[in-house]
C-alpha cells in the first residue's frame, strides 16, 4: 500500500474514534513509537531548519550561560559597532 494511502486510511480511522480514552491510548503509543511527538518542532532558523523543543531550552540555557559569565555585547557597544556596516 502506498504511503499516502496508508495516511489516508490512518487519518479516516483516527476520526472515526469516539471513544476518547482509546483515541487517547493511541495518542500515547504513536508518541512512545515517535521520538518527535515527544519533542515536537517549535521553530524554525533562518535557514528553514527545524527546531525542537529540546534544541530550543537547550539553546536558551546555553545563552542563559552566556549572559551570566558577561559574554555578551551591549546595546551600546552593538550601536558603535554598527556604525562602521
Known amino acids: ?9 490512518l487519518h479516516h480511522l483516527i476520526d472515526s474514534i469516539e471513544d476518547e480514552e482509546l483515541l487517547h ?16 518542532i517549535v521553530g524554525y ?14 539553546r536558551a540555557r546555553e545563552a542563559s550561560k552566556r549572559v551570566k559569565s ?6 551600546e557597544d552593538l550601536e558603535k559597532e554598527s556604525e562602521n556596516w
Open 70 to 75: 558577561g559574554e555578551y555585547t551591549s546595546q
Open 45 to 58: 532558523t533562518t535557514k528553514g531548519e527545524a527546531i525542537t523543543k529540546s534544541k530550543l531550552v537547550q
Open 25 to 40: 491510548a493511541y495518542l500515547k503509543i504513536i508518541e512512545k513509537a515517535l521520538p518527535v511527538a515527544s519533542d515536537p
Open 1 to 9: 500500500m502506498a504511503t499516502a494511502t496508508v495516511r489516508e486510511s
